[in-house]
């Protein structure tokens, strides 16, 4: 394993400590905790926004936390859902008075510990609402999973509720625009090569010189199919078809685009892959409002891809449009 790293086992903690000393104005921990959130939280009768999961996704979450986008991310250890103590403390520490929403991805552990923690929080009386984004078609069920897993649609559900939220949308507005995002979104991934968790050691699965999974999870998790590898614009052609077919879009439709990278896929290869996204997509008469091409929510150093898309309407243009202050959403 040849990673730069200190302790595999102090990773996470060695991670946070780095990403506040590189963003000490915008950026806190919550003492003693694995719990990152803005500087200036609580905001007052403003919902905050909570998000996170397995630490390895990054710049997913904390990435992403600022005006318009997270109040707080939930850092569990390395593709290891956080605790619901963990959540708990997060949620207390961004109440503003007007309620917390909490954006999981839909995997088994990461379900069940939201919830938990949403009903500790309830308990002492702050308002949670969450919802459970399932936007990855490869497979219904996994390893991690009851239904679809939620992979980098997601960051779309943080910038929109996150917006609406910034706007001073009510608990229920910023449910029911969420809600909207996760029934629009859908995504699919692919790798080349694997990853490894730095405490285990070795590669999380194996694949020839020659071959590529098709459909892979964030955490490394069975797609559909192994194969030979083929040209980006094949691939392109196979993950952009596989999400068009699983929801309706019509000639004039507005659609946002991203071509994620899985941690160790260069930005060339992001572009090669996303002309021909752009050309499935302008050739059925879809009108694409904004693409988003880099690392949104990677696998450590997995080499692949995932392409979103999303169906917009005027709100959801509007949302996606608005100015956030969150150092890894790049426009």
């Known amino acids: 394993m040849k990673k730069i790293v200190n302790d595999p086992e102090s990773v996470v903690q060695d991670m946070l400590d780095g990403l506040i000393t590189a963003h000490p104005d915008s950026l806190k921990l919550v003492p003693d905790t ?108 996994s390893s991690f999973t009851t239904g679809r897993r939620g992979i980098a649609g997601t960051v779309f559900v943080h910038k929109i509720a996150g917006a609406k939220a910034a706007a001073g949308g009510s608990i229920e507005e910023v449910k029911s625009v969420a809600e909207k995002v996760v029934a629009n979104v859908r995504s699919m991934g692919m790798a080349i090569t694997p990853c490894t968790v730095p405490a285990a050691g070795k590669p999380s699965f194996t694949l020839e010189e020659n071959e590529m999974e098709i459909g892979t999870g964030i955490h490394g998790e069975p797609g559909i199919e192994r194969k030979p590898i083929a040209s980006a614009r094949e691939i392109a052609e196979e993950l952009t078809q596989k999400v068009l077919e699983d929801i309706e879009f019509n000639s004039g439709d507005d659609v946002a685009v991203m071509v994620n990278g899985m941690g160790a896929t260069p930005e060339m290869e992001l572009y090669i892959l996303n002309k021909k996204v752009n050309e499935m997509l302008t050739d059925r008469g879809l009108t694409i409002h904004k693409t988003f091409v880099g690392d949104y929510m990677t696998s450590l150093e997995m080499a692949g891809c995932s392409i979103t898309l999303l169906k917009l309407d005027d709100e959801l243009k509007t949302l996606l449009d608005a100015e956030t202050s969150a150092p890894a959403f790049r426009k």
């Open 34 to 141: 694995t719990v990152v959130v803005r500087k200036d939280a609580p905001i007052a009768n403003k919902v905050s926004i909570v998000s996170g999961g397995g630490s390895g996704h990054e710049p997913a979450h904390a990435g992403y936390i600022g005006n318009g986008m997270l109040d707080a991310a939930v850092c569990g250890e390395m593709f290891t859902s956080p605790t619901p103590d963990q959540v708990f403390e997060s949620i207390k520490a961004v109440d503003g008075g007007a309620g917390v929403f909490l954006v999981i991805k839909n995997y088994t552990g990461d379900v069940m510990n939201f919830e938990m923690a949403a009903e500790l929080a309830e308990a002492e009386g702050i308002q949670v609402e969450k919802v459970i984004v399932n936007d990855d078609v490869a497979v219904e069920d």
